[in-house]
Nanobody, 118 residues
């Protein structure tokens, strides 16, 4: 099994920046996808950004140009650099991993709170 642990959330003013980190451990196959999702109050969980082990990325339209996902495969870690934060970015952010080689199993972290407010 895989364990995902997020860190880096907190309070920030509009226009500010945060960097989220996620460390993965366990049965991680080389061929996998790691991603960030978020869930705001009263809304469904949505994909923010995803990145494969070989560098293919996808970002939600709402965050393109402001957020950037990156990975350190040697550390089994994924990061989300968030710039020009807006109040509507306020949400719990979740780390996600999918193994692609066997079973396409999915794993979730417990989430980290990001609050953007003046």
């Amino acid at each position: 099994q895989v364990q995902l642990v997020e860190s880096g959330g907190g309070l920030v003013q509009p226009g500010g920046s945060l960097r989220l980190s996620c460390a993965a451990s366990g049965s991680i196959f080389k061929n996998n996808i790691m991603a960030w999702y978020r869930q705001a109050p009263g809304k469904q969980r949505e994909l923010v950004a995803a990145r494969s082990h070989d560098g293919i990325t996808n970002h939600a339209q709402s965050v393109r140009g402001r957020f950037a996902i990156s990975r350190d495969n040697a550390k089994n870690a994924v990061y989300l650099q968030m710039n020009s934060l807006k109040p509507e970015d306020t949400a719990v952010y979740y780390c996600y991993l999918k193994n692609l080689q066997i079973g396409s199993q999915e794993y979730w972290g417990q989430g980290t709170q990001v609050t953007v407010s003046s």
